[in-house]
Structure formats: structure tokens, C-alpha cells
């Protein structure tokens, strides 16, 4: 979900009954007011996190924010169909390149965020 704050916000927030909101993609943004006044804000993405947010649970958490269980496997078909040769669609192979890519950056994004090397 897409989210704005006037205030940066901490990339993991506590909500206090066993669920975080994984704050990501965090942008300043300067704005300028009616008045003439510029002001800062941020935008960035927001997901839910049941539980302690680990490395596994963010990354399929944002994940399932594009792509569900079964577009995956759709994606995953698709191409598999297309490498063996049942399917001539050259699309598949470009979709399925493009899924690896978001979560080869998803994956890159995640380890930043809760300082893994």
C-alpha cells in the first residue's frame, strides 16, 4: 500500500498487538504549500508483518503485493511452457524475466533494510 508521512517514518513500526508495518521504498519529497512554504514529506510503501519481521516473511510479504500464490505459479507455467516448446509465446519468457527481476530487487531491498550482507 502506498503511504505518506510528514515525518520519516522508522522502516519497522511496532504496532503492539503482534504486527509491524514494513515501511519500504522511502522517498523525500519536497513539496510546496499554498503559502509559499516548502515542506518535506515521504512517500513509501507499507505492508503488514505478522510476527517478528524476518527476512523470509518480508520478502514474501511484498512479494504478494504484485504477484499472489497463483500468479506465481501461473508465471512460473507459463514460462515452463514456453522453454519446452509447447507454447510459442515469447511474452511468457519476457513476464516471467520481468518477476525474477522484482524479486531479485525485493530480495536486495529486504537485506538493506534489516542490515544483511
Not at 509491524?20 to 512517500?43: A, F, L, M, P, W
Request: charged fraction near 25%.
Amino acid at each position: 500500500m502506498k503511504s505518506n508521512s510528514n515525518v520519516r517514518p522508522d522502516t519497522f513500526q511496532d504496532l503492539g498487538n503482534g504486527c509491524y508495518h514494513y515501511n519500504y521504498n522511502i522517498i523525500e519529497v519536497e513539496n510546496t504549500d499554498e503559502d509559499g512554504q516548502k515542506r518535506t514529506s515521504y512517500n513509501f510503501d507499507v505492508v503488514e508483518i505478522w510476527g517478528i519481521p524476518t527476512y523470509e516473511k518480508c520478502v514474501k510479504t511484498v512479494i504478494a503485493t504484485l504477484y499472489d500464490y497463483a500468479a506465481e505459479i501461473a508465471l512460473i507455467n507459463k514460462y515452463q511452457a514456453f522453454a519446452l516448446g509447447l507454447d510459442k509465446d515469447i511474452a511468457a519468457r519476457d513476464e516471467y524475466l520481468q518477476y525474477l527481476q522484482y524479486v531479485r530487487s525485493v530480495k536486495q531491498q529486504v537485506k538493506q533494510d534489516l542490515n544483511i550482507d
